[in-house]
Structure formats: C-alpha cells, structure tokens
C-alpha cells in the first residue's frame, strides 16, 4: 500500500498539500495535474513515482511503500506465457524507448536489480530481455507466484446472474495442444489486460500472403539466422513508419543488406514518432529518421513530349535494382536504402516484384527479396462477444490501441459499455502504450475493487483455482 512518507515533499505544492492532508480521492488528486497522458489518474501515479521526470529530474518519490497482506485482494493473473508477455518475444539486444526507471514497478527499483545483474550500467535505456527477466523476478520478489496462471488460455467471458462473470479456459503446461485441460471459473470482476500485439495489422492487398511477406520483426530475425540475407540479397522491403519499422531497417543495414523503406507519411508530418524522440537519447532513431529524409525515391523526370500529357500515371515504372544502393543525396553515407515517403503498397507478386503506388498516383514496381509489413497490431479479444467492438469507443470499429480504444471511466478504468458491473480493462486496450504510464491503470482498478470490497465486505478465496470452478478477481493480461 502507498503512503506519503513522513519527510517527503513534492515538487507540485499544492499535490503536497493534498497528500499531507491525506486526500484518498483520485478525482479530487488529478485536479492540476498535466502530463504526457491523457488518463488522469496515469498522470498523478506517474508524479508521484516520479516526480517531475519529464524535465530530466531525478526527485524522490514522496511515496513509502508497506506490505499489508490483510488489505489483499485474491486475484488471478491468466496469460499464454510467463509474467512479462509480449517482452520476452522482443529482440534480446536492443534499447527500450523509455528509460529505465519509467519502466520499473514499485517496490523494486530496476536500476538496483540491473546492476546486480551486470556491473556496468552505462545507459539509461534497458534491453527488452532484461525487463522480461526484471518482471518475472519482480513476480517471485512479491510473492504472487501462486496468483499467476501462466499456459492458460481464455476461450470465453459470460455473464451470469448475480453480476457473476464466467470465464471458460484451457491449461497448457508446455503439453501438445490436444491435451489442453479445459475448466472454468467464477468471478466478481474481470480486468482486461491483453495488450495489443496479438494480431499484426494487414494492408489488405493482393499478393500478402506469399510467402515472402512478413508481418513481424521476428519473422525478419529468423530469415538472418538461417543466411537468407547478406549484401548479395535483393532489397528488403519494409513497410510501416513505426519504431518495429525503424529496428527492421537497422537490422538489415547492420547485415549490409539493400533496403527500400515504404511509408504513407511525410518525413517531417509532426506525427511521426521520430520527429518527438529527443535526438541525444535515441540516436539509433534518429540514424534512421536521416535516413528517410536524405535519401528518398526520386522518380525519373517524364519525357517532355505530347505524347507524356497523355501518360497514364497508373502505369508503374520498374525501379533499377542499382537504384537500392545508390544515396539521393552525395553527401549521405547511408548506402544501400531509399526511402519512398507518401507511398502505399498496391500489390505484392509472385516474382517477388511490389508495385508501390504515391500519393500523386504514380506507380513504381520494385524487385525485393523479402517484405515486411510492420504497421501496428490489433488484440486478440475472440474470448468476448464480436471480439469486444462494442467496447470500444466508436462500437462499429474493432478494438485498436490508437484509433479505437475501450472506453473506460478515467477514474475507475471500468469498461463503460460493459453489460454489467465489474469489468475493467487497462494498458494498450485504453489507449495506454507506455508502463510509465499504464500503472496508473491498475491503481484506479485496484483503488476501486477496495472500495466495493470495503462495502460489500466479500471474502474471496483463489486457492483452488485448478478446480473446474472457483471464485476470484481475474486480470487476462498477456502484456
């Protein structure tokens, strides 16, 4: 349980003086406070983690941190693989975007558990393989290993009378699929934490289910790991303005394999994510961000004839494949990319030829290797009815971390059009990408499940949760 520690202060005054007057209300809080999220309660956990962060300050939290086992609630933590979901999927060797302490959990500082893990802590940014491990020891440090039900899977969420909710699953401890055990359980509530990286977008062309088309970074990883790729190699194609985009380009540049990088945006459009990375911070990003600005596509000049004005800009042209390793600009060093800014894929061939398409209408075919369609993902919500679209914000569209989060209620994070009290949902389902950021989620869920068990006075128990049916507060996180 967080407390105000007695001779601690905070930089924001008057949030000072609300906490020294012990102010529990969340709402009453957030009242101020401003931040890089649009979740108030996110903001306010954030401040008080970490105070002042984003001007580059390294306060103490004014909070204390103590082990109050009779404040429990008994919950369950259901996911596919090990505490840590989708980083452990991650590439082992590079950098996070956020700094290490942004993604650190209370009670366990993760610069203190890096160094007794290595020596020399040089950087300020962590490896995904490292906060993959810092959260599953952070699991075994608090003790919640038996609150953890790691192998399982979610095949449906019903309701049932009494604002019960019944959750039907399947175990798989490693064993064949066949031999999946299927059971089902009770609770009160139900948290969604899935994430979102379950199901990789699609653009929906011909041709993108050859086999030469991919759809994740570690599909790209495999193909180097079996020699598909080298200098020799015809370009790689990446699609997608996103940092999975932009670690791809500099995974094949390391291997001095050609690349042609396609995206819809401009270089300088405000929303991409490399014109809001501080350059000093995240120079591998902005190697990459160079790159598509100095060295993009130039088509060829038409002919100046009659007969052009009558040129249907349909027509693709075919791209040299010299074209691949020769700079736009002759003061680049970057050889070996072009970007294609403002360009989308029209269709992916058997030949493994694309035909990219800009915004003017004009039509290029490239000759590739291998593509990589890396433009965000959907989660996998098949457990809830119409794969949750009624959940979201706009209910005809499906559930995106960006476009369509669910809506929830910023103070609680309950899910607004759910069909009954207790279900909530946090993370990446709300729009929050960051874990800066989505602990706040889980303090508004965890604020408000006390409440309702102060009021209601329930006493659960989750120690029979292999029984085909027991009762519990379930959080289906795999993220």
């Not at 105070?51 to 390294?58: I, K, V």
């Not at 009160?188 to 934490?193: K, Y």
């Not at 476009?403 to 993370?427: C, H, L, Q, S, W």
Request: net charge negative.
């Amino acid at each position: 349980t967080p407390y105000l520690s007695p001779e601690a202060s905070h930089p924001n005054p008057l949030l000072h003086i609300s906490l020294a007057l012990s102010v529990q209300d969340l709402e009453y809080l957030c009242e101020g406070l401003e931040g890089r999220s649009s979740n108030p309660v996110a903001v306010l956990f954030d401040s008080l983690l970490l105070p002042d962060s984003d001007f580059g300050l390294d306060h103490t939290s004014p909070l204390e941190w103590r082990y109050e086992p009779e404040r429990a609630i008994p919950h369950l933590v259901l996911g596919k693989g090990p505490p840590g979901g989708a980083w452990h999927a991650m590439e082992g060797s590079m950098l996070t975007l956020s700094l290490a302490n942004w993604m650190e959990l209370p009670g366990l500082k993760l610069k203190d558990w890096m160094r007794e893990k290595r020596r020399n802590v040089r950087n300020d940014r962590a490896t995904p393989a490292e906060i993959a491990s810092y959260y599953q020891h952070y699991v075994s440090q608090m003790s919640l290993e038996q609150s953890f039900a790691c192998g399982t899977t979610v095949t449906s969420v019903t309701r049932q009378p009494g604002h019960i909710q019944k959750l039907y699953l399947t175990l798989n401890n490693g064993s064949a699929v066949s031999e999946a055990v299927p059971f089902s359980m009770l609770a009160h509530n139900v948290v969604l934490a899935t994430g979102t990286h379950d199901i990789p977008a699609r653009l929906g062309v011909e041709g993108e289910s050859l086999p030469y088309v991919c759809h994740s970074f570690w599909e790209l990883e495999a193909a180097i790991s079996r020699g598909e790729l080298d200098q020799s190699s015809d370009p790689v194609l990446v699609v997608g303005a996103g940092l999975t985009a932009a670690d791809a380009v500099l995974a094949a540049h390391h291997l001095n394999t050609p690349v042609y990088h396609a995206f819809r945006r401009s270089v300088t459009d405000p929303g991409l994510i490399f014109n809001q990375l501080p350059k000093l911070l995240y120079p591998e990003y902005h190697k990459v961000h160079q790159m598509m600005t100095q060295q993009q596509y130039q088509p060829s000049p038409p002919p100046q004839d009659h007969a052009q004005n009558l040129h249907d800009p349909s027509t693709p042209s075919s791209l040299p494949p010299s074209s691949s390793t020769t700079p736009s600009s002759p003061l680049s060093s970057y050889t070996g990319y072009l970007s294609f800014p403002r360009y989308r894929v029209v269709a992916l061939r058997p030949d493994r030829k694309c035909i990219l398409e800009s915004d003017s209408g004009q039509r290029t075919v490239v000759q590739i290797s291998k593509a990589l369609v890396l433009i965000g993902a959907h989660p996998n919500l098949s457990f809830l009815g119409d794969n949750g679209r009624s959940l979201g914000v706009n209910p005809n569209e499906p559930i995106t971390c960006r476009r369509n989060p669910i809506e929830v209620d910023p103070f609680t994070n309950k899910v607004v059009a759910a069909d009954g009290p207790g279900m909530y949902a946090m993370g990446p389902l709300v729009g929050e990408n960051f874990v800066r950021f989505l602990k706040g989620g889980a303090l508004a869920i965890a604020s408000d499940l006390a409440k309702t068990q102060r009021v209601g006075g329930r006493e659960l128990t989750t120690d029979r949760w292999v029984d085909r049916q027991t009762e519990a507060e379930v959080c289906d996180g795999d993220s």
